[in-house]
């Protein structure tokens, strides 16, 4: 695994300065807990501090810094002042009817097309992203045990979906969240959440009332990441096995390099050398394949949340639509059939309701030949 954070030379904390290795695609590598200590080194406490400067304080300090005369501070609050931008009573959501601004042109165009709509309301998705935003914004911990200390470092990471979904696999993100540079592996590990781990195996068309109540990442625990050149595995529970075993003896048969391994329960991040911007690799569940990409690293500021134990902290999931039963194409599909005669395809999507009128008595017999599972929908998670 990476050294330590300890401080270098001069030419060797150069290298834990990111800079472009490919320009506007991703940077150099650098050791995370590195580049904390650097930054921590030259910046002043009070640029990371959580305690808000008070007014009064800022205006001493901006009077001497500009050499200027406290009246004239006062002048430039009131011309300067966000005041001075509103216009009288002016109503923001008035457009004028013929824009010559191109934005205001997309906005008046939308604006028209709202209006022909019969129902114009925020959606429970669009509701939900509206709290995961709200829920994070300088939310303060009730316990000051659980604040996050000053200097603590935030990673942005966004997870790609499987390459199961041919859809979306190279370019869509279904997932945004923020780690804390001392949480460990395991922690991001258990703050992705992906379909497969909720799939329940078997054929249950004899006994649907009889679906084991255990899921796939209950039973199959096993998982890695690959960040540069190491296989973090998770062997938290004895039932966990090294799953890269297989990549890895593949990589050998065919000359690649050597490739480490490592505990995930022991690695926080600030062990890690990294590039911002460049792909990674998460899988599970056997051949579930997610690509992780870090997209941002930072100090975290007064105005992030500093409760602890949000972290890590999702910030955006990607909407999905859910698919609906195919016979009434109200409810969310629970059951697919196949070699279903009664089912007009096949396979075919069922809710839970449909699915028991078409296939079973009024005693719960079986009505015919076919093949029922438990399906789990890609919406779940919206």
């Not at 992203?129 to 990471?157: C, H, Q, R, W, Y």
């Amino acid at each position: 695994m990476a050294e330590g954070s300890v401080l270098m030379h001069e030419d060797e904390q150069h290298e834990n300065v990111p800079a472009f290795e490919f320009v506007n695609v991703n940077s150099t590598e650098f050791h995370i807990g590195t580049f904390r200590d650097l930054w921590l080194e030259v910046l002043n406490p009070e640029v990371y501090s959580h305690c808000a400067t008070a007014p009064e304080v800022e205006d001493v300090e901006f009077i001497e810094e500009m050499g200027i005369e406290p009246k004239t501070l006062e002048e430039l609050k009131h011309i300067c002042g966000a005041d001075s931008l509103k216009r009288g009573h002016e109503d923001p959501d008035s457009l004028p009817s013929d824009p010559h601004l191109s934005t205001l042109k997309l906005r008046k165009r939308r604006q028209d097309y709202k209006e022909t709509l019969t129902r114009d309301t925020l959606d429970r998705h669009e509701v939900y992203a509206n709290e995961l935003e709200m829920i994070s914004v300088g939310k303060k911990p009730e316990s000051p045990g659980d604040l996050i200390p000053e200097g603590e470092m935030v990673l942005t990471f966004n997870i790609m979906y499987p390459v199961l979904f041919q859809r979306f696999k190279r370019v869509r993100a279904f997932q945004t969240v923020h780690v804390l540079g001392s949480q460990r592996l395991t922690e991001l590990r258990d703050a992705i959440c992906c379909v497969s781990d909720l799939q329940v195996f078997g054929e249950f068309s004899s006994t649907p009332d009889m679906v084991p109540q255990f899921i796939s990442k209950d039973h199959y625990k096993s998982a890695f990441f690959f960040f540069n050149g190491t296989f973090f595995n998770d062997t938290r529970f004895p039932e966990c096995r090294d799953i890269s075993e297989t990549t890895r003896e593949w990589a050998r048969s065919r000359g690649f390099p050597h490739f480490r391994t490592a505990k995930m329960e022991d690695a926080s991040f600030y062990d890690l050398r990294m590039k911002v911007g460049f792909p990674y690799y998460y899988t599970h569940q056997g051949d579930c394949e997610h690509v992780l990409i870090l997209t941002d690293i930072r100090l975290v500021h007064q105005d992030d949340c500093l409760d602890v134990k949000l972290y890590p902290l999702i910030t955006h999931k990607h909407r999905v639509v859910t698919r609906k039963c195919s016979v009434c194409h109200l409810y969310i599909s629970r059951w697919i059939t196949s070699s279903d005669a009664l089912a007009p395809t096949d396979p075919c999507l069922f809710c839970d309701q449909c699915f028991r009128m078409f296939h079973y008595d009024d005693e719960g017999n079986k009505l015919g030949d076919f093949l029922a599972y438990a399906y789990v929908d890609p919406g779940t998670f919206n």
